[in-house]
């Protein structure tokens, strides 16, 4: 009975800790964003035209069934998303975002997956000079469980909202 009740326990425990918001999740100790974004006649070659316009999109490499590129010093325009500096925490206000970017296609929609995600900025505290991986800010028990400070829409969600903003390919009007 007391088997019973410990597995019981742990397996509550288990779904409460929390692994992924949005489109953050912990892999392998790690957090990546991660989103599908829909656009019908979406190819490589409109990703890569798309982004060589992106100042914070480097080094692009296009292969048979992906493409890979580097993000340096991306930041987030919270105001753009209607968030007030008070509401803001201060390393999205202050803070540059770099990694590893990856893209695949498929059938009108295409994934974005960024990684290695690391940061400079300030975080109240300390002031972070050197590029710092992003796991060790956001989670918690060795990138096992996101922390809840960031699990919100002015942390995570805010940011998760940068990174898509700078990784979806935008209509353009060009017929006025």
């Keep these: ?8 326990v742990f397996g509550l425990i288990s779904l409460l800790q929390s692994t992924s918001y949005e489109d953050f999740k912990l892999i392998d100790q790690e957090i990546v964003y991660q989103a599908v974004f ?6 490589y070659a409109v990703l890569e035209e798309n982004y ?11 292969a048979a069934n992906e493409m890979t590129f580097d ?15 008070v509401e803001t925490p201060l390393i999205l206000q202050t803070g540059k975002f ?10 009108g929609r295409y994934r974005v997956t960024f990684d290695k995600i690391m940061v400079t900025g300030e975080i109240g505290y300390k002031s972070i ?3 710092e991986a992003l796991t060790g800010l956001c989670s918690k028990s060795n990138g ?6 960031w699990m919100k829409p002015n942390t995570l969600g805010l940011l998760g909202k940068a990174f898509a903003d700078n990784f979806e390919v935008k209509d353009t009007d ?3």
């Design 1 to 8: 009975m007391k088997t019973i009740a410990s597995i019981a």
């Design 38 to 43: 829909q656009k019908e006649g979406i190819s």
């Design 52 to 62: 060589k316009k992106n100042k914070h999109i480097s080094n692009i490499k296009v």
């Design 71 to 85: 993000v340096n010093d991306l930041t987030v325009d919270y105001l753009k998303f209607q968030f007030s500096q």
């Design 98 to 107: 770099s990694g590893k970017g990856s893209v695949s296609v498929r059938d």
């Design 129 to 131: 000079k050197e590029k």
């Design 144 to 149: 096992t469980q996101l922390s809840q400070d």
């Design 174 to 176: 060009d017929d006025w």
